[in-house]
């Protein structure tokens, strides 16, 4: 319930109008029946750490475009791959973090409507060996998210979660409008980074990432709902000696399983494009009838007086 | 309304607003939902960039006059609060303001103080202010124009009207409205137009003077004569002196920042089209054509009620300048391609000149009138949450709310049209030296 007052004043504070917001969640505490979960699917993978290199830079994927100098045409996780698929550069840490396992993978989205969390937890194997290293460096989670065209994440959103300290850093790449429809938008890709959460006595080391999105309308459906598919994310370890002034470095996450993990999808609502005829002739008919009463009765109301005076 | 006085309501509104941004503060900082409108961030945002020596509209969505940038500077530099109290101070000035002007039109003290109280504690414009929107600055500067013409300050309000329409596009509408009113003014031996004052009989129209005011606004018996007498050295004067000081802030802005400004305070108003839900009635028609566009018949057919209705009312109400901007904001809202509740403060700051001159009883129609309004704006919002929160496709019930609502607007207009008493804020040429000579007896 606190969740769905919280939906509500979250929606007014776009609308501006708090005092019927007050009368609105008065009114809508009769439960409104949840719809969507069956859209909530659950993806699974498990990953390993491979490829060690010295990195300095705010963002990996402000190197893609630095590159590309196109906003997406081409596949970033292919260029992310290609770029560090391989090498072993950072000398001292390489053996201390080859030992570093990432077992599990889990994403699913959270919330209904336009606007959810995409959770993905991150869980480590070796917590002896992950205690120890994070006891000598500074460690965190780099998480790229390819977004499809469908969905967004609001950069300002993001960057008040890091003056709240929940992310370490965050920016997003690509196509950053946050009004336009999916039709006339290109995609975007996220870059969150993290700190590596704390031990957790049952299950371990894990890093639980909620990444705030919001769907675009999407295109006309003759269905009524368009599918969005959310893809695997990049996954990158940085880490940094605490002792000595050393370059950071960054270690690339790839999966162990060969088997595919299932996508995260997101189903939203779509306009039908079947309503374009009636809905066009009926909003034009409307708004002339109630023109022409204002009109009507201006003109009256006018005379009248006119009259009168005489 | 005996235990209060305008200084003791403006006191305790300031309180209530200073309580309210202090709450707002504390909720920001403990609350995952902020008080504060996400649209203030944007102002301080770009208010930032300004102090840094950068342009306002290197931040997205930032689509507001540089001037409004420039006022939130210290934002950056005092406190993060400074707009908001900024906004609230305007907020309490249109308080000043509508007192200011039911005093000019003589209306008792009693009934002006229930005037103000509708603005100053409706809560809808406290949160506006508190929560960081701008609006309550265009409110207060349109309320003072109106001061202005009718203080016979011509130069003033066209100063304030070329201002204001670059800070927010929308009062463009008055124009014409501000032109006709000047027109009818008739300057007095106190070298201010004499005004016409309130009347509590319910024959306030049919007075001793009233034939002549009547015939002086331009009526719809002959609509095309008057135009022509609507060219007066003040609405010259006017018309030159807002556009060019309008024309000199827009070069000069397109000079400092080029194409942004232009494109993002200017254009983007002027040209918005948003598929996304909102209370307009255009918005699924809009959604269902965004991927092909609209084609010219589609955009003329949309644009003729809200012409029509703005006609309308400017033809048949200038004279009574308050109501008339009243009548023709809330049509323009209801009409306009893009509505949210924002909009809304835009004719709540004109009602309250509009209360005493209504012979509409609160009990009953009042109250149905303020009921129908709101459900209607509820029943949308409905909607609205279970497809923007529940992601149910709701896009047919909530366009047809949609239709509900501006069915609800324009019942609520023509009720406040029939019970208005039409009353021009001047008193016509004829009748001006008689009165003046009964004021100085």
């Known amino acids: 319930m606190l969740s769905f007052i919280r939906d509500i004043l979250w929606h007014l504070r776009d609308q501006k109008l708090m005092v019927f917001g007050l009368i609105f969640i008065v009114s809508s505490l009769i439960k409104v029946d949840s719809y969507n979960k069956i859209s909530d699917h659950v993806g699974k993978s498990s990953q390993r750490l491979v490829g060690c290199w010295p990195f300095s830079e705010a963002y990996l994927t402000s190197s893609y475009f630095a590159q590309q100098k196109s906003l997406f045409d081409s596949d970033c996780h292919d260029y992310l791959a290609g770029e560090y698929s391989s090498g072993d550069f950072c000398k001292g840490m390489a053996s201390e973090i080859s030992l570093l396992q990432l077992s599990d993978l889990q994403r699913r989205l959270h919330g209904e409507g336009s606007h959810r969390h995409l959770i993905s937890t991150l869980k480590f194997m070796n917590r002896s060996y992950i205690r120890s290293l994070l006891d000598s460096h500074d460690c965190k989670a780099v998480i790229i998210e390819r977004l499809p065209i469908g969905v967004f994440a609001d950069l300002f959103e993001l960057q008040h979660l890091v003056h709240r300290k929940v992310f370490v850093d965050a920016a997003v790449f690509g196509d950053t409008n946050l009004e336009l429809p999916s039709a006339l938008s290109n995609r975007s890709i996220v870059e969150v980074h993290m700190n590596i959460g704390h031990e957790n006595p049952l299950r371990g080391y894990e890093t639980v990432l909620e990444l705030p999105l919001h769907a675009r309308y999407p295109p006309l459906d003759d269905s009524g709902y368009a599918e969005v598919q959310l893809g695997h994310p990049d996954l990158f370890l940085h880490c940094r000696s605490k002792e000595a002034q050393s370059e950071p470095c960054l270690w690339r996450l790839t999966e162990v399983n060969a088997g595919p993990a299932e996508a995260v999808m997101w189903r939203v609502p779509s306009g039908n494009d079947a309503h374009r005829g009636i809905v066009s002739s009926v909003t034009f008919v409307s708004a002339l009838v109630c023109a022409l009463s204002i009109v009507v009765s201006a003109i009256t109301s006018r005379n009248k007086d006119v009259r009168r005076s005489r | ?441």
């Open chain 2, 1 to 441: 309304m005996g235990w209060i006085d305008l200084r003791r309501m403006l006191g305790l509104s300031a309180l209530l607003r200073l309580l309210l941004v202090c709450y707002g503060e504390w909720q920001d900082a403990h609350m995952e939902v902020r008080y504060t409108d996400v649209d203030y961030l944007v102002f301080s945002d770009a208010a930032a960039m300004v102090a840094a020596g950068r342009s306002p509209f290197e931040r997205a969505t930032y689509r507001y006059s540089p001037l409004l940038a420039y006022l939130l500077v210290p934002n950056s530099l005092l406190h993060p609060s400074w707009g908001k109290l900024l906004f609230s101070a305007a907020d309490l000035l249109v308080g000043l303001f509508v007192d200011a002007i039911l005093k000019l039109r003589g209306v008792p003290e009693d009934l002006r103080l229930w005037s103000v109280a509708a603005w100053l504690f409706n809560p809808f414009t406290f949160t506006i202010g508190t929560r960081g929107n701008c609006e309550p600055i265009v409110c207060a500067v349109i309320l003072w124009i109106i001061l202005c013409i009718m203080n016979g300050k011509v130069f003033q309000a066209a100063f304030w009207y070329g201002l204001i329409v670059h800070f927010r596009i929308y009062p463009i509408i008055y124009a014409l409205p501000f032109v006709i009113v000047l027109s009818k003014q008739r300057i007095g031996p106190s070298r201010k137009p004499t005004l016409r004052q309130w009347n509590s009989r319910r024959d306030i129209l049919y007075n001793n003077s009233s034939s002549a005011s009547a015939k002086s606004s331009p009526g719809w018996n002959g609509l095309w004569a008057p135009l022509g007498s609507t060219v007066t050295w003040d609405t010259v004067m006017f018309g030159l002196f807002s556009g060019t000081l309008f024309f000199l802030l827009t070069i000069m802005f397109f000079y400092i920042y080029g194409w942004d400004f232009l494109n993002e305070a200017l254009l983007y108003h002027l040209t918005r089209t948003d598929p996304r839900h909102n209370f307009s009635i255009y918005f699924y028609h809009v959604y269902l054509h965004h991927q092909q566009g609209f084609a010219v018949f589609e955009k003329f057919v949309s644009f003729l009620p809200q012409t029509m209705v703005q006609l309308a009312l400017i033809f048949s109400f200038a004279g009574d300048l308050p109501f008339c901007l009243f009548v023709q904001t809330v049509a323009f809202v209801a009409f306009n391609k893009v509505m949210t509740a924002q909009y809304f403060v835009w004719f709540f700051c004109l009602l309250p000149l509009i209360l005493p001159w209504s012979s509409m009883k609160v009990k009953w129609k009042g109250l149905i009138c303020m009921f129908v309004w709101m459900a209607s704006q509820i029943h949308w919002l409905m909607w609205a949450y279970i497809l923007e929160f529940k992601g149910r496709n709701v896009f047919v019930q909530l366009w047809l709310a949609s239709i509900l609502f501006l069915v609800a607007n324009t019942l609520v207009l023509l009720m406040l049209i029939r019970y208005h008493k039409y009353s021009p804020i001047f008193m016509p040429l004829a009748r001006s030296g008689v009165a003046n000579s009964r004021k100085l007896e």
